[in-house]
């Protein structure tokens, strides 16, 4: 193996520890962030949830169920691509390899993206630049495996 290519999978071990502790920390986010103060269950109606010709009305349990969903569900995902990222030795080179990688690289640029709906403080964009750094390792990691 040579010494870029050793790079590329310390990077990815790398990326895939972090991803795996963040996405365990995820499943908790919940509790954390207080959901239940800050989602209360209680309170004024909601509108309805409409889609075309579809209504469903919106309860406060409904969001409330919701951002756990999702939180999970981003949870799941991190835990997955971390795992993904820490087997890379058996993997990188192949074409199913770099798909991954591409796939990984684009996730992790959206996630990045995404932060700003949190906010524009400094944390905010040390974390934009750490997750675009995730993108760009994955994204180099699939160009140098081609």
Known sequence: MDWLTWLWLT???ICG????MLGVAHFFFPVLLDFNAAIPRTGPPLKSFRLGPIRYP?????VYGIAW???HAASYTLVSIGIVDLVAFAWFGSTIGMIVLLWISGWWFIRAASQVYLGRR???????AGFAWFGLVHLGAALWSR
């Open 11 to 13: 990077a990815l071990a």
């Open 17 to 20: 520890v972090f991803t795996t």
């Open 58 to 62: 919106t309860k406060r349990s409904d």
């Open 69 to 71: 969903v999702m939180n």
């Open 122 to 128: 400094a944390g905010d964009w040390w974390i934009v």
